[in-house]
């Protein structure tokens, strides 16, 4: 099902943002196989061109995916239209009336270093306004493994820094809030460990931990936890042969290029032709004198 959403996004990219957005969320919403899609959708496939229309689309339907997965697990959750300066999704508890908001997250496998600016710990915080939580959600295995700032920022801000895995760990196992589980403990993880850690300590990395805790709350098996993430392992060692064969076709498609084909393919990457216009498009504007 995850191939098909891909599909879906290449087909309706060329459709207008708003239409192809409001049929990608239809189709999250409907299809039997979400379970699939939520399992990868943290990784942005290599194929997705960088900042292009459809690597857009493909955050607005991780968007989707953050938002029923949310529902999955017994609470209201709806997709915030916003495109900037504002979370990606608005949550409510049916059970105990909180509200929080959440941003959904997903990295390339080819992707270097991640810092504070990729996690936007601090501006989801801001994001909040009147809700009582705020969670971030992306891949267990793109958050950094030892020391961060987003760790420090996440106890400072009281923001949770929650796991596309650990959600296939709360959806497989049928969990869902009720008037005998309340999972505000869960989302208020960082003014729990705020009591917990040294200050010196608070860039260290807590998934464990915060893993810890959600499996206390929740009363599962810490098994089933490991389970997930071996599962998940496994699976993106599979997802990582696939981008690396893309690459690999990539590189033999360049090297098989004219001279000629090479050097419009440069002059295109490097959006020349667009930089002169911009550029044209400031002078015309210039008062004359």
Known sequence: ?????????TSTASMGFGASTDLLIEYVNSTEGFMDILEQIGTIPESITHDSTEE????????A???????????????????????????????????????????????????????KVVALSGWRKDADYAVLCAPYFHYPNAQSQIYSQSVEHN????????????????????????????????????????????????????????????????NDFSGVLDGHIAAMRGRGETEKEYWKNERARI???????????????????????RIEQFMKGLPNG
Not at 74 to 80: A, D, P
Not at 259 to 269: F, G, M, P, S, Y
């Open 255 to 277: 090297s098989s290029y004219t001279r000629r084909q090479a050097v419009d393919e440069l002059i295109k990457a490097k959006k020349i032709e667009e930089k002169i216009s």
């Open 65 to 119: 995916v953050l938002a029923r997965a949310f529902r999955e697990i017994g609470l209201k959750s709806t997709v915030i239209r916003e495109r900037s300066d504002s979370a990606d999704v608005l949550v409510e508890s049916p059970a105990f009336s909180y509200t929080m908001v959440a941003d959904a997250k997903a990295f390339r496998m080819s992707r270097t270093a991640k810092n504070q600016k990729d996690f």
């Open 1 to 9: 099902m995850f191939a098909e959403l891909l599909e879906k996004i």
């Open 159 to 222: 923001v949770c820094l929650l796991s596309w895995e650990h959600l296939v760990f709360l959806v497989k196992n049928e969990v869902k809030e009720s008037a005998r589980l309340n999972f505000a403990d869960i989302w208020n993880f960082g003014e729990y460990y705020s009591h917990k850690v040294l200050v010196a300590d608070r860039k260290r990395c807590f998934l464990s931990p915060f893993t810890d805790k959600l499996i206390s709350i929740t009363g599962c098996d810490p």
């Open 56 to 63: 857009k689309l493909f955050s607005k339907a991780s968007d």
